[in-house]
């Protein structure tokens, strides 16, 4: 099993960067591979980016050249680095860790973009 606690969201300027960290208790974090997601009023859950054991990466196309995820399985840390942000990108966002048979969630870090 897992706990995911995110960290890292809050207020930010339009054009502006944030670095949300998602940090990992239990077992065998290294064999994960880690994701975030994103959730904004009136949407639905949306897949930002993925990170495999192997530290291969996927972005969906909204963030891509924007946001860069990373890994630190010393520090059982996942990272998500946000620049360039606009209004549309804020939104709760989500650590998740992919595994078998179970996934597990954090509760979530507000981002607000806004003037």
């Known amino acids: 099993q897992l706990q995911l606690v995110e960290s890292g969201g809050g207020l930010v300027q339009p054009g502006g960067s944030l670095r949300l960290s998602c940090e990992a208790s239990?077992?065998?974090?290294?064999?994960?591979?880690m994701a975030w997601y994103r959730q904004a009023p009136a949407k639905q859950r949306e897949l930002v980016a993925v990170?495999?054991?192997?530290?291969?990466?996927h972005y969906a196309d909204f963030v891509k050249g924007r946001f860069t995820i990373s890994r630190d399985n010393a520090k059982n840390t996942v990272y998500l680095q946000m620049n360039s942000l606009n209004p549309e990108d804020s939104a709760v966002y989500y650590c998740n860790a992919r595994g078998t048979p179970l996934e597990y969630w954090g509760q979530g870090t507000q981002v607000t973009v806004s003037s």
């Open positions: 990170i495999s054991s192997g530290g291969r990466t």
């Open positions: 239990g077992s065998s974090f290294s064999i994960y591979t």
